[in-house]
């Protein structure tokens, strides 16, 4: 089974439109960032941007996740990504069963969302390094996430099926 990797910067919008996704295709969904270790989830409320060595434990635990929820009813997950690196170690050995969905928008729009949120840890102080770190996907579907959340999903869900139907 296929496993969806929403990914993009904090604040597109990858845990709502990621649930909505798996509630359609009726699979389980995952937020990423309910996997992250204490140490991690603490450095993000001091405002300090994660590094390359405190994702390496947190990558591999999620792509043995993405091998187990593969062999059973597929997932989608909720995931930032943002390196070519990243998502190289969460799809590992299993590309054939891991499809990227690129949620993107314009720095302004995403930090104007971000200032409306509450109650998440991600400072939006941080976001700034975000898109600075974001290597845009090659091989992902892409979608602006400049409408309504109902339009995006249809929009995801829309190219999920002519994927499919490209690859028979």
Request: hydrophobic fraction near 40%; aromatic fraction near 10%; charged fraction near 30%.
């Amino acid at each position: 089974m296929k496993v969806y990797i929403v990914m993009g910067v904090s604040g597109s919008g990858k845990t709502t439109i990621g649930r909505e996704i798996a509630s359609t295709l009726e699979i389980p969904f995952f937020d990423a960032d309910d996997y992250h270790p204490p140490a991690n989830i603490e450095k993000m409320k001091k405002g300090i941007a994660l590094n390359d060595e405190d994702r390496k434990a947190w990558l591999k635990s999620l792509a043995e996740n993405i091998d187990k929820w593969k062999d059973n009813e597929g997932a989608v997950l909720a995931c930032s990504a943002l390196k070519n690196k990243y998502r190289a170690a969460l799809s590992h050995n299993l590309k054939e069963y891991v499809v990227f969905i690129y949620l993107y928008a314009e720095y302004e729009l995403i930090y104007k969302r971000m200032m409306a949120r509450k109650g998440h840890y991600f400072k939006p102080e941080l976001l700034k390094s975000q898109f600075e770190t974001l290597e845009e996907p090659k091989n992902a579907i892409k979608v602006e996430v400049n409408k309504e959340i109902p339009e995006t999903v249809s929009e995801v869900i829309s190219k999920i099926k002519s994927e499919k139907t490209s690859t028979l």
